[in-house]
């Protein structure tokens, strides 16, 4: 329910039954099986319901995937490469998720056409990319990376290879391969 103002518990109710029930038709079909007809049915509530509070389908993928991708929490300790390995982890554990294995491919595609779409992947790339890219940064200023290190292009190989993985390759990452991936690519940044 995109831009509601008021938090009466029946819309909570009824907003948290529609959002499993698109989560469930994410995690079992995918999103081209997320259509006002098919919700409704699935969460037992009108299409009329439905249209009062999302003007369609990619309004209300957007607010289900806002509650299935939860966002990175970036730890800032003195151990970089620790740092790293953990959150990759937790990254690599959305990437292979259900719901991701399911849905991203489909939604990448769909952001090509559907405005809505492409602002949830620019906005869940965004979110995900910045405490990244900071935490890199602060790095790069304590010393712990090499001054010429572009914390920019370091997020795109350690998420990158989590990414050609699933998608690509469709083989799972182990928590082995994240550590070596981590440690490739520390060994470029701190490169002098």
Do not use: C, K
Request: proline share 5%; net charge neutral; aromatic share 4%.
């Amino acid at each position: 329910m995109t831009g509601r103002a008021t938090r009466d518990p029946r819309l909570e109710r009824t907003e948290a039954t529609v959002l499993a029930a698109v989560r469930r038709l994410l995690d079992s079909e995918g999103p081209q099986a997320v259509t006002f007809g098919r919700v409704s049915r699935e969460a037992g509530v009108s299409r009329t319901t439905l249209y009062r509070h999302w003007a369609g389908p990619s309004e209300l993928l957007a607010d289900a995937w806002a509650e299935v991708v939860p966002p990175n929490v970036v730890a800032h300790s003195a151990d970089l490469r620790a740092d790293l390995i953990e959150l990759f982890i937790g990254v690599r554990d959305v990437v292979e998720s259900v719901t991701m294995r399911r849905s991203l491919p489909a939604l990448l595609a769909a952001a090509h056409d559907d405005p809505v779409i492409a602002r949830l992947h620019a906005g869940f790339v965004g979110d995900r990319r910045r405490p990244i890219v900071e935490r890199l940064e602060a790095a790069r200023r304590a010393g712990d990376l090499a001054p010429h290190a572009d914390p920019d292009l370091l997020v795109d190989l350690l998420s990158g290879s989590l990414f050609y993985r699933q998608l690509m390759r469709r083989e799972r990452t182990s928590d082995d391969r994240v550590v070596a991936v981590v440690d490739a690519v520390l060994r470029i940044a701190r490169a002098t």
